[in-house]
């Protein structure tokens, strides 16, 4: 018999916090993180980006964000630090995590999906801080679930100052125009221009005006944000770096899918590179090394 690691209520959101997720496709937490805790990721990034690594990826598909030394001061972006960092690991496992994340997807199991670290230096004019407007579920179009979701975690209070996350309210309820191949690319590849017009295009065929909504997070809170929900950050125009963790979750009925472009090219997630096959010889998101389950915790 298993039992499940019990999480104190008053950390979850309530079934109205819940509601206004599913209306507003954001989510501000109550404090999840000890400052002790974040204090540790601080430490354990520095020493992921001075070289210190539980484990190395075998390799490096063209589509992974990989910030080394070598690319200078710009933002850094490195995917999969939960597999290369078991110090950081260990703290995005933290059970509570998973069961907010269980509760606003109204999900019975959540595995983690992918987890980005993120340094934005202080430099207003740095071009590759400016992250434009995009939703996540573009780029995971080979995953079935429409529930899936995204925590973003800094490492100390963050506000507008230091270039925070920005949602677009309600984003995730619009229908979507001007789709198409182009939106698999990630935003870093594409002209921030091109998606600012689709952002408005989308409010303008849903008869809405943009709200856009900055979370504002001290320290030891996190955002979620539904997969479809417009978001972007601006400049770090404080005199210290923002760091974060962008933690990307899935519900336990995730599975991969083959989704093609219009030319019949499949499309291919980095994950697909990694994770061990199914029977059926399919990538399996639910591969425990790389997809662990992080509620119902163990």
Not at 30 to 52: C, H, I, M, P, W
């Amino acid at each position: 018999m298993t039992t499940t690691i019990p999480v104190a209520e008053d950390l979850l959101p309530s079934e109205a916090d819940v509601r206004s997720y599913e209306e507003h496709g954001w989510y501000l937490s109550k404090k999840l993180f000890t400052d002790g805790e974040v204090d540790a990721l601080v430490a354990a990034s520095e020493a992921f980006y001075a070289g210190a690594r539980s484990r190395r990826l075998g390799k490096r598909p063209s589509t992974l964000a990989y910030w080394e030394p070598s690319k200078g001061a710009v933002q850094r972006h490195n995917d999969y630090v939960h597999y290369e960092s078991d110090e950081i690991a260990a703290i995005l496992r933290k059970p509570v995590v998973g069961a907010v994340a269980a509760r606003l997807a109204r999900a019975g199991q959540i595995r983690l999906f992918q987890s980005t670290l993120i340094y934005k230096p202080p430099r207003p004019d740095e071009p590759s801080n400016l992250v434009p407007w995009h939703f996540d579920r573009h780029y995971w179009q080979t995953c079935t679930s429409d529930r899936m979701l995204t925590a973003f975690i800094p490492f100390h209070d963050c506000g507008e100052q230091m270039g925070t996350i920005t949602m677009v309210d309600g984003s995730h309820r619009w229908e979507e125009v001007g789709g198409g191949d182009s939106t698999s690319r990630h935003f870093a590849h594409r002209d921030p221009a091109e998606l600012d017009e689709l952002l408005r295009a989308n409010a303008r065929h849903n008869g809405t005006e943009l709200r856009t909504v900055p979370m504002v997070i001290p320290k030891g809170h996190m955002s979620f944000h539904h997969c479809r929900t417009y978001h972007g950050s601006g400049a770090n125009r404080s005199g210290q770096p923002r760091r974060a963790i962008s933690l990307h979750l899935q519900d336990g009925g995730n599975r991969y899918r083959r989704h093609e472009l219009s030319d019949g090219t499949p499309v291919t997630y980095n994950h697909d590179h990694f994770v061990r096959r199914t029977a059926q010889g399919t990538p399996d998101y639910a591969d425990p090394v790389f997809c662990p389950v992080l509620w119902p915790a163990p």
